[in-house]
């Protein structure tokens, strides 16, 4: 079965301090690794789709990379909107299997 | 752009009773999954549709079922609810075809059982 594993489950950041989130995932076929971002109460937002090792992607302050084994989402320079749970999911036949997330929260 | 609408966003049931969410999917996708998300939890897929047949099924409990209609949206109905039904439930959307695997998800319906 496929597994997403997730960390850390929760990462503190000052405003403008970088980090880097992980999502490794075991998977026989990668066929599509998804970033989201869920804040409380509220759907999943798409952020990301990454299918081949190598591949980067970028959104802002966001930057998404895929290796054979794991995924990283990296934060550079986070603002105090950027505190949300960052969900990682890789497609299991057509449907998604989440890690547990990584809750980001970026104080001022 | 328009997005997953799901209605109603939220409601309350009590024990045993019936309820029935509904999603719209962004238009001119023509599959659509559903998400249970408990607190503090991952969402956990409950069952898929494409083009109106069943396409997946994931932890669905015998008590809940679902379809997709000829206009594409969705309804899951969920009978004899328990207490531990109580969760977020979200659907999501994505076009077969195109870009296969980007689900877009709806805002969720909360249910809260008491």
């Known amino acids: 079965e496929d597994q997403v594993t997730q960390s850390p489950e929760a990462l503190r950041l000052q405003e403008g301090e970088s980090s880097s989130l992980n999502c490794s995932y075991t998977v026989s076929g990668l066929r599509g690794l998804f970033w989201y971002r869920q804040d409380p109460g509220k759907g999943p937002e798409f952020l990301f789709t990454?299918?081949?090792a190598g591949e980067e992607k970028e959104k802002e302050r966001l930057k998404a990379t895929l290796t054979k084994k794991e995924s990283f989402l990296h934060i550079t320079a986070p603002k105090p909107e950027d505190s949300a749970t960052y969900l990682c999911a890789v497609v299991d036949d057509y449907k998604l299997s989440f890690g547990a997330g990584t809750t980001v929260t970026v104080r001022a | 752009a328009a997005g997953v609408i799901q209605s109603p966003r939220h409601l309350i049931k009590e024990k045993r009773e019936t309820a029935t969410l509904k999603c719209y999917p962004i238009p001119r996708h023509d599959t659509v999954y559903w998400y249970q998300q408990g607190p503090g939890q991952d969402p956990q897929f409950l069952i898929s549709f494409y083009e109106k047949m069943q396409s997946d099924k994931g932890s669905i409990p015998d008590r809940f079922s679902a379809q997709q209609f000829s206009d594409y949206h969705s309804e899951l109905n969920m009978s004899s609810l328990e207490l531990g039904d109580s969760a977020l439930y979200f659907c999501?959307?994505?076009?077969?075809?195109?870009?296969?695997?980007?689900?877009?998800f709806g805002p969720g319906t909360r249910l809260t059982v008491t």
């Open positions: 999501a959307s994505s076009q077969i075809g195109g870009n296969v695997h980007e689900q877009y």
């Open positions: 990454l299918y081949s």
